[in-house]
């Protein structure tokens, strides 16, 4: 080992020769990204076709394991020295040179595999294995003789993806013939099971020949897709079951597996609980083994905990008396849980001695207390049990700790998530109706009904506590009735309430699923008392009376109704009186106060004991009243408002009250919570608030809220008083909002770094309240970064905010739709049984929402958004279509619902809702939204193509006034810069209007055509299937043709993928089989059903394609379709789809059932609905579309781009415009929330792009392994004044994968260099596409994880 240039260098053997170029070339040398587990490089020079195949077979799957052994015996022979990534990158890159060496040599592959101790054989089976497990496609272009082309510039910074992992793959063996396989033939077994996924750790279990299982081999590796991968090997004389789930720590609890795991085989099933079982399938190679495969996209802290069982249930296989643990650290997975688990034990049990003592302590305190008492009864008073330290009058801002956001990350509990949006639990329902009558007693009955039947809700699932909580709604907007002449003591109401919130805040912390419906009942419910913090109520008040002389009037009014039953009323009528006191005594403060708190005039009147006096009092009765009134505000707040920061901030750092009518309230700190620290937390926060400064009142508000999630947590710390804790928690949610709400008003005159931390604060408050805060967590991230820009003096971090900010709106808006999902049906159908108000059911959901911790943040976002759009330099529009419209103001919810329409007259949409790919309505001449579709999306293409004005309007106030002019006829003009939008009311209004008021297609009131538009009709030429040199402008689309024509005329750097069409008419010649003859006869019938259809049915409409669809998919491939095929794929080395083309129900296997459902869906998206809508718009005959059907590998991409060589914005020739996503570009065109990273390069300065935009995308589309496919390619695209492009379907073959997409840690948005260079790379290829074609190109394309930039398809610019 020696150094070389501050780097590892490794001295190896191996001399291989210069070899010829890869097939997948980086678009510059070092760019590749910095995956988080990436698969081993590629060899640096793959072996030819005659070398590494045979018979036909790709052997590249088994050529990894060859691979691997080489560069495993090297780094022995080495000595196994500890060396850095480049030192194994360099190993490993030998070992794939020799053994490339020796194949071209012409040495034998089974000799190889001798020479390095592997049976024979070995390479292709694993190649087979891998090729029927995974069906894996070559993604390599046919190679292309580059033109020589100037390069773009080198990288400013290197991103290079991690070597081979250290731990050396063990070598892999031939399949054993006896159950006595060697341990080089179980890990060779092992190697080819997980699919090239890195070896993080492997570990041997001999449990003995007389145990159920007599030797365990466990192996846990990363994928490439960055998921733990568990690989289990049991040899056992039993069939055998892994029986496992997730955990987040080694002795944690078992927890159900975050959604996106699979296993193998995929025979698992849930046991009811949080785990799962697996069968483990018989391994044919090793007789007497059994192996299971689980992959789980867990965080990098958390894993996977299993046993394992005989599936007669008769033995359990444990890690000798305790769980298997599998942790990505081999460290974690290997500890004595019982250790730990004994730890805490002791630590709880002298937690629990200290609790006991201090007990022991306050009750001989108490009772030396009573006695003195007893003996001195001269003395009055006598000093508090408990006394807070001195804090500073005036709070302190706080120093915050660094927190991990991702210690907030919760899978569970988002309302709706577990079953709420399924249905209403009627059973609940039924119940709590029927115990209703018997509830309206009083708030005792009440709360102790709820009491009983909280454990049947609970049974229910979500769905059950949803109606509870709805019910608890319902009582706390008093729709029911809370007291039916009955007298009950206050503290039997507050024994009532802690009955109930006890067992609430025991669901709070043992069933993450209910988190967030337990908090929302919670929240409407006071925290109640025992034995004298009640009975205050009622005897403190009279104490207020004497003492201050008023014994009539409203004050006795209100002393009665308190006397028998007090309610959550009595804390605003307390307040009331406080402020009525402050303003002199005047009325309309005191009303104002009980109006703001629904409280009016005749509720009061319809008390049972009535309140029907105003409250009067002298000047010098002020000063007593107002200091006894707080104090017995103290009391009232203590049992009915559980909300209450002051009264939830007593409770648990605790607090004391003098003595009334001889009973004095004593409430003791909570243990462990009541820090010193929390003090200080808990005064910063309310003295800031007091004073109106809104972020040192918040941080310390968060910091508190963090300082408490231990125990606030699903499955936290346990506590005697977490009833206490959840509700300071649930107060400082509360405050939180109250602090945003009262200073709103001062945003725009603060720093805007100021109002970037304050929104990010209250952004970590919704985290902190929300299960299943995935994507907040990430937003909150993201969030930091940006405040760290800013503070810091960066220069895009408006834009980067601005795109972080509509990411959070799109969370929130995914948060309203979950609770009205899962709200509104229960109170809908409970609501009308219990005679609850119309209005208030109507707007029911809505109403919650606005109370939770998401509303604030709305708040804040719609403050935030103008000072951002100001300093990114954004106007209040963005023109995304550029021409002059005039039409009649709709306003409607969803472009998507209206887009079958035929408007009468020239009409402007305000659209709430634009996904992307929609078609836009007959008739219109404009559509506005507040929506962001990319620029590239199709409905923007579309729109441009059409000649229809299509904006976003980004201003809340802009977006109003269009709506408000609903009706009226407008003339609608863009700024040349595109970023305004001028509106003028036309006086005459509708009849000032023609049917020319704007051009294009979407112009048409009435379906009859465009003029100049015409398709030709295609024949069969003959050939079911053709090979790229056979491309034609006869036989195939533009797609097709346009990669054809770029072949050979680019820079290497620029990949083309392997290409194979299926001509036009493939599909009327397939349909002509007798075999087919059924759905032939089938389709005819629905097209002449078509042709008489009124496209105003929208439900008609809709079925009727979707029949025609489904009739398609039933066709089988002719022989002479499936030998075409198979031949043009050989030619192009495009690997076969295993198995047999066709329906799994006409003879169609494996693979090849999924890549025929591909053609045919194809096919069959010429009759999808805007596909029909754009012809018929278009006065296009739908039966002379054909559809050519373009067949590809997959490129695994880490980025996907769009890109139009002229400005679609400005229409400027020396500019380019692009977007791009992470991962594939299928996020981009179409229906995906949010925005790509958008950028503009001037082709006389490729070098230096320029940002207009930051991704705001929250999801990306990623395929994480070899795939195929399938395009529309039709005569029905790229034709003048006709926007056919995006109108069909392109079909993978295996479906891709949905993720979240965190920016903080990519490098396209956290690293401006790789940014710059990525941009740049991207830039200089549309430019290079452009100068070859000789005009204007529409660009898709992508980048993948080694570096490699891919073109997958151009077309001419419309």
């Known amino acids: 080992l020696s150094p070389a240039s501050g780097a590892a260098h490794l001295d190896v053997d191996y001399d291989p020769s210069p070899l010829p170029a890869t097939r997948r070339n980086g678009f510059v040398s070092a760019l590749n990204l910095n995956m988080a587990s990436p698969p081993p490089p590629p060899p640096s020079s793959p072996p030819p076709a005659a070398a590494a195949s045979a018979a036909g077979l790709d052997l590249t799957g088994g050529l990894d394991v060859l691979y691997g052994v080489a560069a495993y015996l090297r780094w022995e022979q080495l000595g196994k020295p500890e060396i850095n990534e480049t030192g194994r990158n360099e190993i490993y890159n030998a070992a794939v040179d020799h053994v490339t060496e020796r194949l071209i040599q012409g040495v034998d592959l089974e000799v190889l595999e001798r020479e390095f101790g592997l049976p024979p054989g070995i390479t292709r089976q694993t190649a087979v294995t891998r090729r029927d497990t995974f069906s894996p496609i070559d993604a390599g272009p046919v190679s292309a003789q580059p033109r020589a082309s100037p390069s773009p510039p080198a990288p400013a910074a290197v991103y290079t993806p991690p070597a081979p992992t250290p731990t050396p793959t063990p070598a892999p063996t031939a399949p054993a013939t006896s159950a006595s396989a060697s341990p080089m033939q179980i890990a060779a077994l092992c190697e080819a099971r997980a699919g090239g996924a890195q070896m993080c750790w492997r570990r041997e279990v001999n449990m003995g020949d007389s145990a159920a299982v007599k030797l365990l081999v466990v192996e846990a590796r990363r994928t490439a897709g960055g998921l733990l991968q568990l690989i289990a090997f049991a040899r056992s004389d039993a069939d055998l079951v892994l029986h496992w789930a997730a955990t987040d720590e080694p002795a944690g609890a078992w927890k159900p597996p975050p959604q996106g795991w699979a296993s193998h085989p995929d025979n698992s099933w849930g046991t009811g609980g949080a785990s799962w079982e697996t069968e483990m399938e018989a391994v044919a190679e090793a007789p007497g083994w059994f192996a299971a495969t689980v992959e789980a996209p867990v965080r990098d802290d958390d894993g996977l905990v299993f046993v394992l069982r005989t599936a007669d249930n008769k033995h359990w296989i444990k890690d000798d008396g305790q769980d298997f643990l599998a942790f990505l650290d081999e460290a974690r997975s290997n500890v004595d849980v019982r250790a730990i688990v004994k730890e805490r034990k002791e630590l709880e049990r002298a937690n629990r001695k200290k609790r006991e003592k201090a007990d022991r302590r306050k009750d001989e305190e108490r009772n030396s207390n009573s006695n003195s008492k007893s003996h001195a009864n001269e003395n009055r008073k006598k000093s508090a049990p408990v006394k807070a330290p001195k804090l500073p009058a005036r709070p302190q801002p706080i120093t915050r700790k660094e927190w991990s956001d991702d210690d907030v990350r919760l899978d569970q509990g988002a309302l709706g998530d577990a079953g709420a949006r399924d249905g209403v639990a009627g059973g609940s329902v039924d119940n709590i109706c029927n115990n209703e009558k018997a509830a309206t007693a009083s708030l005792m009955h009440r709360y102790n009904k709820a009491a009983d039947l909280l454990a049947g809700c609970k049974g229910d699932g979500e769905a059950g506590m949803v109606a509870m909580a709805v019910w608890f709604r319902f009582m706390s907007l008093r729709q029911l009735v809370w007291n039916d002449d009955y007298n009950v003591k206050p503290r039997e109401i507050s024994a009532a309430q802690l009955r109930c919130t006890d067992q609430l805040a025991r669901v709070h912390r043992g069933d993450p699923q209910l988190r967030d419906v337990t908090r929302l009942i919670m929240s409407t419910i006071g925290r109640g008392g025992e034995g004298d913090v009640g009975q205050r109520i009622r005897d403190e008040i009279l104490a207020v009376q004497q003492a201050n002389h008023c014994k009539g009037g409203m004050m006795e009014e209100w002393h009665q109704k308190l006397h028998n039953n007090t309610s959550p009323d009595d804390v605003p009528i307390c307040e009331a009186l406080l402020k009525f006191i402050a303003a002199d005594c005047d009325i309309s403060v005191y009303w104002a106060h009980l109006h703001d708190n629904g409280i009016d005039a005749a509720r009061m009147a319809a008390y049972d004991r009535k309140i029907c006096s105003n409250p009067s009092f002298n000047p010098d009765q002020y000063e007593g009243l107002t200091r006894d009134l707080k104090e017995y505000l103290r009391t009232l707040k203590a049992v009915h408002s559980g909300a209450d920061l002051d009264s939830a901030s007593e409770a648990v750092l605790g607090y004391h009250q003098d003595a009334c009518k001889g009973k004095e309230i004593n409430v003791a700190a909570v ?14 926060a309310r003295g800031f608030r007091d004073v109106g400064e809104p972020l040192h009142s918040l941080e310390a508000m968060l910091e508190a809220r963090r300082e408490l999630w231990q125990w606030t947590k699903p499955n936290g710390a346990d506590n005697g008083r977490l009833k206490d804790i959840l509700y300071l928690d649930l107060a400082l949610e509360s405050a939180v909002r109250q602090v945003v709400e009262s200073s709103l008003g001062s945003m725009g005159s603060r720093a805007p770094v100021d109002v970037l931390k304050i929104t990010g604060l209250v952004l970590e408050n919704l985290a902190l309240s929300t299960g299943g805060n995935g994507e907040l967590v990430i937003c909150l991230r993201e969030w930091r970064g940006v405040v760290r820009s800013a503070a810091g003096g960066g220069t895009d971090w408006a ?29 809908g159908t409970m609501g009308a049984r219990l005679g609850v108000d119309g209005h208030v059911l109507e707007v029911f959901s809505e109403e919650v929402v606005r109370g939770t911790a998401a509303a604030p943040l709305s708040q804040m976002l719609r403050a935030l958004d103008p000072v951002l759009r100001n300093l990114a330099q954004m106007g209040a529009w963005q023109i995304i279509s550029p021409v002059e419209a005039e039409g009649v103001v709709v306003v409607v919810d969803d472009l998507k619902d209206i887009q079958n329409k035929v408007y009468s007259q020239p009409t402007v949409l305000v659209a709430k809702r634009v996904g992307g790919e929609e078609d836009i309505p007959m008739g219109v001449k404009a559509v506005i939204t507040p929506d962001m579709p990319d620029i590239l999306s199709h409905v923007s293409v579309r729109a441009r193509n059409e000649g229809v004005l299509f904006a976003t309007v980004f201003d809340a106030n802009a977006l109003a006034e269009m709506e408000a002019l609903a009706g009226q006829a407008v003339r609608l003009r863009p700024s040349p810069a595109a970023d305004d939008l001028d509106v003028q009311v036309l006086a005459g209004g509708a009849a000032s209007l023609t049917s020319g008021s704007a051009g294009g297609v979407g112009g048409a009131a009435t379906p009859g055509g465009v003029a100049g538009i015409a398709i030709k009709r295609r024949e069969f030429m003959g050939r079911f299937a053709v090979p790229s040199p056979m491309f034609t402008s006869e036989i195939v689309g533009g797609k097709s043709r346009n990669l054809q024509e770029l072949r050979g005329r680019l820079p290497d750097w620029i990949n083309l993928p392997a290409s194979v069409a299926l001509p036009f008419c493939t599909f009327d010649a397939v349909l002509a089989s007798p075999d087919n003859a059924h759905v032939s006869r089938q389709l005819e019938t629905l097209r002449v059903e078509l042709g008489t259809l009124d496209f105003g049915d929208t439900g008609a409409f809709v079925g009727l394609l979707k029949r025609m669809r489904d009739a398609i998919a039933e066709m089988v491939p002719t022989p002479q379709l499936v030998g075409e095929m198979m031949e043009s794929f050989a030619e192009e080395r495009l690997p076969w789809p295993e198995g047999d083309l066709g329906p799994a129900a006409r003879g169609g296997s494996g693979a090849g059932v999924h890549a025929w459902a591909a053609i045919t869906g194809v096919w069959g998206s010429k009759y999808n609905e805007r596909a029909v809508l754009s012809c018929r718009k278009a006065g296009i005959k739908h039966e002379d579309v054909s559809m050519a059907v373009l067949c590809q590998p997959v490129v695994q991409s880490q980025y996907a781009f769009v890109l139009h060589t002229t400005n679609p914005q400005t229409g400027d020739e020396g500019e380019i415009y692009g977007e791009v996503v992470c991962g594939m570009g299928e996020a981009l065109v179409g229906n995906f929330a949010g925005r790509a990273l958008s950028f503009v390069a001037r082709k006389d300065d490729l070098s230096n792009p320029r940002v207009t935009g930051f991704p705001s995308k929250a999801n990306g589309l990623f395929t994480d392994a070899p795939t195929l496919i399938f395009r529309s390619d039709s005569n029905g695209e790229d034709l003048e004044g006709f926007a056919g492009a995006g109108l069909y379907d392109s079909i993978q073959m295996d479906e891709a994968t949905l993720r979240t997409v965190d920016y903080s840690a990519d490098p396209l948005v956290a690293d401006e260099q790789f940014r710059a260079q990525a941009l740049a790379a991207i830039a200089h290829a549309a430019n290079e596409i452009e100068q070859a074609l000789g005009s204007a190109q529409d660009i898709e394309g992508c980048i993948a994880a080694d570096g490699a930039l891919f073109v997958v398809q151009t077309r001419p610019q419309v």
């Open 671 to 684: 243990e462990e919570v009541a820090t010193p620290r929390m003090r200080e937390l808990l005064h910063s």
């Open 799 to 827: 834009l980067q905010a601005k795109a972080i900010s509509d990411r959070v709106q799109n969370a929130l808006g995914d948060c309203s739709q979950r609770y009205i999902g899962a709200l509104q049906a229960t109170a």
